[in-house]
């Protein structure tokens, strides 16, 4: 059963930085993609980025584009999302996902197994 641990998330001022961290165990195969959703109070969970992780190559929506990165450490079975120039609207509990079918996506529904999640609080 694959696991997801994340870790990293706080209280920050709008413009700060912040990298999550999502150490995934319990696979003896490695998940094909790995990605970063997350939740506002009374929004629903959208994707914010994705990592295939056999190449590394990257994916992310247009609004998350160029303010973060998602990165992997394969040694340590661990992936990052580093966040920067945090807004307000950044608030939002942030949830590391995995899935083995193939095909790029940030649909939620498509993501097999979850962490628990990590607040993110931006304020101004």
């Known amino acids: 059963q694959v696991q997801l641990v994340e870790s990293g998330g706080a209280s920050v001022q709008a413009g700060g930085s912040l990298r999550l961290s999502c150490a995934a165990s319990?696979?003896?195969?490695?998940?094909?993609?790995m990605a970063w959703f997350r939740q506002a109070p009374g929004k629903e969970r959208e994707g914010v980025a994705a990592i295939f992780t056999g190449s590394s190559e990257t994916y992310y929506p247009d609004f998350m584009r160029g303010r973060c990165t998602i990165s992997q450490n394969n040694a340590k079975n661990t992936v990052y999302l580093q966040m920067n120039n945090l807004k307000p609207e950044d608030t939002a509990m942030y949830y590391c996902a995995a899935k083995f079918a193939l095909g790029w996506s940030l649909i939620a529904g498509e993501y097999n197994y979850w962490g628990q999640g990590t607040q993110v609080t931006v304020s101004s």
């Open positions: 319990g696979y003896i195969y490695r998940p094909i993609f």
